[in-house]
T-cell receptor, first 116, second 115 residues
Framework: AQSVTQLDSQVPVFEEAPVELRCNYS??????LFWYVQYPNQGLQLLLK??????LVESINGFEAEFNKSQTSFHLRKPSVHISDTAEYFC??????????????FGKGTSLLVTP | KAGVTQTPRYLIKTRGQQVTLSCSPI?????VSWYQQTPGQGLQFLFE???????NKGNFPGRFSGRQFSNSRSEMNVSTLELGDSALYLC??????????????FGPGTRLTVL
């Protein structure tokens, strides 16, 4: 089975400051990794995902995450945050496989609070 | 293209009752997954359906069940409701449920409150 640990439940940060949301995973098999964002009273939206290839993946709104196999981590970073980035962020994992289907294991989430 | 829709958005039930939640995936999507979100346990996978067949199942008691219809719409049912079943139930759809290829899109959820 796979599991995810998000090391920080809350991260307060000032606007335009950099931020890192930490995610570590545990798995005995190869995995795919995801970051989702949830705005208040909404469902989850995919931010970015690591499938294979380059270990650095980027989203369209300035977030990036780096897959580190040796440290089993997939930390999310943004060099300069905006007020609108305030949301709950979830790291997720599912096992790699041609027909494994979507059965995501999520971390407990990190609440990012951006203040002026 | 319309997104994933879930009905109803809010639901209040009492202990012992049963409830059925509905999910309409994005047009063309054949895989539907269900998740339960609670403050204590976070997001937990319930089950995934593809072409009317349950393909994956999480660690939930048999009171939680689901099905998928030929048009890919899905329902989940919870029988003999308990207070701990109060949660946001999220549905997600993807083309074929292939995590390495598809993108999974989530609906807004159904907020179930059990009194």
């Amino acid at each position: 089975a796979q599991s995810v640990t998000q090391l920080d439940s809350q991260v307060p940060v000032f606007e335009e400051a950099p931020v890192e949301l930490r995610c570590n995973y545990s798995s005995s098999v190869s995995v795919y990794l995801f970051w989702y964002v949830q705005y208040p009273n909404q469902g989850l939206q995919l931010l970015l995902k690591y499938l294979s290839g380059s270990t650095l993946v980027e989203s369209i709104n300035g977030f990036e995450a780096e897959f580190n196999k040796s440290q089993t981590s997939f930390h999310l970073r943004k060099p300069s945050v905006h007020i609108s980035d305030t949301a709950e962020y979830f790291c997720a994992v599912t096992r790699r496989g041609s027909n494994s289907g979507y059965a995501l294991n999520f971390g407990k989430g990190t609440s990012l609070l951006v203040t002026p | 293209k319309a997104g994933v829709t879930q009905t109803p958005r809010y639901l209040i039930k009492t202990r012992g009752q049963q409830v059925t939640l509905s999910c309409s995936p994005i047009s063309g999507h054949r895989s539907v997954s269900w998740y339960q979100q609670t403050p204590g346990q976070g997001l937990q996978f319930l089950f995934e359906y593809f072409s009317e067949t349950q393909r994956n199942k999480g660690n939930f008691p048999g009171r939680f069940s689901g099905r998928q219809f030929s048009n890919s719409r899905s329902e989940m049912n919870v029988s003999t409701l308990e207070l701990g079943d109060s949660a946001l139930y999220l549905c997600a759809s993807s083309l074929a449920g292939l995590a390495g290829v598809d993108t999974q899109y989530f609906g807004p959820g159904t907020r179930l409150t059990v009194l």
